[in-house]
T-cell receptor, first 111, second 113 residues
Framework: QKEVEQDPGPLSVPEGAIVSLNCTYSNSAFQYFMWYRQYSRKGPELLMYTYSSGNKEDGRFTAQVDKSSKYISLFIRDSQPSDSATYLCAILHTNAGKSTFGDGTTLTVKP | ETGVTQSPTHLIKTRGQQVTLRCSSQSGHNTVSWYQQALGQGPQFIFQYYREEENGRGNFPPRFSGLQFPNYSSELNVNALELDDSALYLC????????????FGPGTRLLVL
């Protein structure tokens, strides 16, 4: 079993839709929870990170963490065609400086 | 301020050969981490270098090795290439070793035939 499991997708939504991207993890020692966006033929770009249970909002993006269920989510409001990319969740052992990534969910937002 | 750069962008090698990939870290960053991303998968941590010393390693064999230079740029070396080494190799730089805010380069796409 992988340490981080991500809903595989792909997802295709119309412009303006609310998108929900989800991951589960198995190791309680994980301390930080990150979301990256990766466009085709590019490196991942950090969107946001959080370390506590609850919600963290940044513009149209909201990261949600439920440590009791070991479940993390990223919500995108008012999705745009420019949001079309692969979204990667990653979970960090700060003591090791090592991020463990999910396999990504590919999102397409259709105009 | 320049971002993370990697060279070359693409590379084709044959099985058994050796390869060296290069990464220039973002200005002010002293830590470089290397990841392997196979097609359709998330990046997998290879190792991290901090101030020229290896500071953590993932589940990769010793034929994957690295260096970090005094200017904090870094190299990833892979010996005795195998077909399964075909992947996108990413480096990420950060200030400090926690890994919370690391910035990725565009990657080097390696194809082993």
């Amino acid at each position: 079993q992988k340490e981080v499991e991500q809903d595989p997708g792909p997802l295709s939504v119309p412009e303006g839709a609310i998108v929900s991207l989800n991951c589960t993890y198995s190791n309680s020692a994980f301390q930080y929870f990150m979301w990256y966006r990766q466009y085709s033929r590019k490196g991942p770009e950090l969107l946001m990170y959080t370390y506590s249970s609850g919600n963290k909002e940044d513009g149209r993006f909201t990261a949600q963490v439920d440590k009791s269920s070991k479940y993390i989510s990223l919500f995108i409001r008012d999705s745009q065609p420019s949001d079309s990319a692969t979204y990667l969740c990653a979970i960090l052992h700060t003591n090791a400086g090592k991020s463990t990534f999910g396999d990504g969910t590919t999102l397409t937002v259709k105009p | 301020e320049t971002g993370v750069t990697q060279s070359p962008t693409h590379l084709i090698k044959t099985r058994g050969q050796q390869v060296t990939l290069r990464c220039s870290s973002q200005s002010g960053h002293n830590t470089v981490s290397w990841y392997q991303q196979a097609l359709g998968q998330g990046p997998q941590f290879i190792f991290q270098y901090y101030r020229e010393e290896e500071n953590g390693r993932g589940n990769f064999p010793p034929r994957f090795s690295g260096l970090q230079f005094p200017n904090y740029s870094s190299e990833l070396n892979v010996n005795a290439l195998e077909l399964d080494d075909s992947a996108l190799y990413l480096c990420a730089s950060s200030s400090g070793t926690s890994g919370k805010t690391q910035y990725f380069g565009p990657g080097t796409r390696l194809l082993v035939l």
